[in-house]
DNA sequence: GTCTTGAAATCG
DNA sequence: GATTTCAAGACG
């Protein structure tokens, strides 16, 4: 940065020790570590700056987490460079980046990494300036509408918005009717958000979540009071989003999981819609959850707080259940109101009447229910299984499921001409068969979806077919007959809503050896469902699943919180997440067993497994009662950096709340 | 991770 | 006694 030589450099006059976080993966390194500043750069060497020091010898990226006047330790060396006097990491992201990694077993370092996008050079120069950002958060003299009218449908709703206004921080676990503009409520709650004052932050699963929001901010605010994250923008664009929210040019930030540490002045609302998405769960260590995150952030900042989906998850339940949050829902009569009409049917074609149901393998109320949507000129949403999954597999003369004889877990093939072997055990199991009927042929339980598609198509020629999936996601359909065969979460929105939506994939669904399986069946039909129109204006619903099934029950009574609390008190009597605290250490067994063996782990802590991991590696669960949680972290991490001081070869993974535990 | 350190091992 | 090797420990 400058010519000084090493030798004459001295140290800046005020607050001369800069402490700095090191950019290394060494769990026993996380802390910080003191520098000398040199005079020279004094004026850049500020708080949350990207900075480079002599670490071991050797230059390493750091960052510059705050200026102190003096330092415990004897002999400091200088800091070497400041990368960029842009302090793109602010004070109250350095604190919730410090939580975040204490709740999840992890290092500071990991999560800055996921908080702060790599630094793009270029978009900086273009920016100019070394300002610090101002705090420049909305001022209460703009003009905000807000409109209350949209919340009316849920008693508690428009007290929400209000107490967003007046600068409180209401908490609110929000059940969405089916049929709602989930975006324009966001957008009406932002809205109140900056109309007190305040900023707000909004994580959604995926781009087409964050298309429809970004619409309706710029419906509500205009264009330029939000600014939309993503990691789907590229190297450039994300950077230059980053720094615009860094540098509090919008009061909102909006984004997908990449944007749960983005910066926002003057933090008054987070939110999250439809929390039990897992795209929600970030992949890479220490794997925080973007639910997690922003309530933590709630939590520190004192903002308010919103966690939305038309379903709800075990975990928001508990934020209920715990008088953290209150929930926000309709009355019984307006949900009946809003609700298609919604029937459960087995899973047996009807061959004699309806040959094109049968060569759609469709049951016949699913077939005739679309043909006559289909004649009154209303589109049809058919929501079939994911491709990419293991299929499971059945009988293929009984359809019961087929099960491994050793474990009872579900068989999968692994190719399509494979043997079946066990999801969970991993045997193999070659001479399969049914216990009910003697069979010994199988098949895969889930068929794709354009094979679906194509068959749906034959069944009513001159019906125009969209798909939309993986390759291709569609935003709206046209109203009008028309089919659409959708994959879970990517089904596009119809004009004036659908006059049927089929739900194709609940074997699928329902067989998953998860935890969550019941939970996630119920929050893609939700989903699903929510946009069909309500039974009055003829909207149905058909689900191809055993109408007895809790989930199916939760569905036809449009009752997801009645479901949540089910599996939650479920969960509570099994010892299972969220109703205990888990942690799972994975990786080679002597390697697992090591960790585990030097852990202090809390008294009442629970060592559960081994379990098979992929590649040989093993996993072990640790379970203990919520109120241990951060001990059970503090161990895990010391553990690991124990193992690290010691050089020990094998890489462990810690993951906290580990979204499946099979 | 890399670098330093000090004690043990090896060599002439 | 000098030189090399290696594991342990520190890293500001």
């Known amino acids: 940065m400058t010519g000084t030589r090493r030798s004459d450099r001295r140290p800046a006059p005020g607050s001369p020790v800069a402490r700095v976080c090191v950019d290394v993966p060494l769990a026993h390194l996380d802390r910080p570590f003191d520098y000398l500043v040199p005079a020279e750069l004094d004026a850049e060497a500020l708080p949350g700056v990207r900075v480079k020091v002599r670490f071991a010898g050797q230059l390493v990226d750091g960052w510059l987490l705050e200026r102190v006047e003096r330092s415990d330790h004897p002999r400091l060396a200088y800091l070497e460079k400041v990368v960029s006097p842009v302090p793109v990491l602010a004070p109250e ?55 209350p009218r949209g919340w009316r449908d849920y008693p508690a709703g428009p007290a929400f918005l209000r107490a967003l206004t007046g600068g409180r921080a209401p908490r609110a676990v929000w059940s969405a009717l089916p049929g709602e503009d989930w975006a324009a409520r966001y957008a009406d709650a932002v809205a109140a958000t900056v109309a007190g004052g305040r900023g707000a932050l909004v994580v959604v699963a995926d781009a087409r979540d964050l298309d429809r929001l970004d619409v309706a901010l710029t419906g509500t605010l205009g264009p330029d009071r939000h600014v939309c994250l993503s990691a789907a923008l590229g190297p450039a664009r994300r950077y230059r989003a980053f720094l615009a929210a860094r540098r509090g040019e919008a009061p909102v930030v909006i984004g997908t999981r990449a944007a749960m540490f983005a910066p926002v002045g003057r933090l008054g609302l987070v939110a999250i819609w439809d929390d039990g ?3 929600h769960a970030e992949p890479r260590a220490p794997y925080p959850h973007a639910r997690e995150v922003l309530l933590t952030r709630a939590q520190l900042g004192g903002a308010a707080a919103l966690v939305g989906g038309y379903a709800r998850t075990a975990e928001a339940q508990l934020l209920v259940e715990t008088s953290w949050a209150r929930e926000v829902v309709a009355d019984r009569a307006t949900v009946r109101a809003r609700t298609p009409a919604i029937v459960p049917t087995g899973d047996d074609p009807q061959l004699a009447r309806d040959p094109g149901a049968a060569t759609a393998r469709l049951p016949s109320l699913a077939w005739t229910t679309a043909r006559d949507t289909l004649r009154a000129d209303a589109p049809v949403l058919v929501q079939v299984p994911r491709r990419g999954y293991l299929p499971s597999v059945a009988c293929a003369d009984c359809r019961t499921p087929a099960r491994c004889p050793h474990c009872a877990g579900p068989l999968a093939l692994p190719s399509a001409a494979g043997t079946p072997a066990c999801r969970w055990c991993g045997r193999v199991a ?172 809390p008294d009442d802590a629970e060592v559960l497994g081994p379990v098979p991991a992929d590649e040989g590696r093993e996993r072990m669960l640790v379970r203990v009662p919520r109120a241990r949680a951060a001990a059970l972290a503090e161990a895990l991490h010391t553990a690991a950096g124990q193992r690290t001081a010691r050089k020990a070869a094998d890489p462990v993974r810690l993951q906290v709340d580990p979204l499946s535990l099979f």
């Open 430 to 601: 070659a001479a399969y068969a049914c216990p009910e009927c003697g069979g010994r042929r199988l098949r895969a339980s889930v068929t794709g979806a354009r094979r679906t598609a194509e068959e749906l198509g034959r069944a009513f020629p001159g019906v125009p077919v969209r798909t939309s999936g993986r390759e291709e996601v569609l935003t709206t359909v046209p109203a009008g007959a028309g089919l659409v065969i959708a994959t879970p979460g990517a089904e596009p929105v119809a004009e004036a809503g659908y006059g049927a939506v089929l739900l194709l994939d609940s074997w699928a669904l329902l067989t998953r050896a998860d935890l969550r399986a019941g939970e996630e069946a119920l929050r893609r039909w939700l989903t699903a469902a929510a946009l069909a129109r309500p039974a009055s204006a003829g909207g149905r619903v058909v689900v191809v699943a055993d109408g007895a099934l809790a989930p199916v029950q939760a569905l036809l009574r449009w009752d997801a919180a009645w479901f949540a609390a089910r599996e939650l008190a479920e969960r509570r009597e099994l010892g299972f997440p969220p109703a205990v605290k888990m942690a799972s250490v994975t990786g080679p067994a002597e390697a697992v067993a090591d960790l585990l063996a030097g852990a202090r782990l």
């Open 93 to 147: 992201i350095a604190q919730l980046a410090r939580a975040v990694a204490d709740r999840y077993a992890g290092s500071l370092a990991d999560v800055l990494r996921l908080a702060v996008p790599p630094r793009h050079a270029r978009v900086e120069k273009e920016l100019g300036g070394t300002a610090p950002p101002a705090d420049t958060a909305p001022t209460g003299a703009d003009a905000v509408p807000v409109d």
């Open 277 to 279: 998405d897992d795209l």
